[in-house]
């Protein structure tokens, strides 16, 4: 199994810029592809970004793509989440999740973090 810890939420004004981490420990951090979803108050939860194990692969849901980037350092097993321009929209917690099936497609994550909260006044 895998842990993951989500950091970098807060509350921010539209236009702002901000960077949430996950952090992974428990197993190889490499040998997972990893994922960032969000979940707005009311609102089913949405897949926003995945990231290849080695991470030369990514894959972006259209509405963010430009926006958000996902990146990963496998030597400090963490991957990040690169957010600008945010918006009041993007208000939800984010959740990072891994799994070991290689596809970056494969809409279904096993290990989910507990989220951590983005607030982006207007």
């Known amino acids: 199994q895998v842990q993951l810890v989500e950091s970098g939420g807060g509350l921010v004004q539209a236009g702002d810029s901000l960077r949430l981490s996950c952090a992974a420990s428990?197993?190889?951090?490499?040998?997972?592809?990893m994922g960032w979803f969000r979940q707005a108050p009311g609102k089913e939860r949405e897949f926003l970004a995945a990231i290849s194990r080695s991470g030369a692969n990514t894959y972006y849901a259209d509405y963010i793509k430009g926006r958000f980037t996902i990146s990963r350092d496998n030597a400090k097993n963490t991957v990040y989440l690169q957010m600008n321009s945010l918006k009041p929209e993007d208000t939800a917690v984010y959740y990072c999740?891994?799994?070991?099936?290689?596809?970056?497609?494969?809409?279904?994550?096993?290990?989910w973090g507990q989220g951590t909260r983005v607030t982006v006044s207007s």
């Open positions: 428990g197993r190889t951090f490499s040998d997972y592809r």
């Open positions: 999740a891994a799994d070991y099936r290689a596809n970056i497609y494969i809409p279904d994550y096993n290990y």
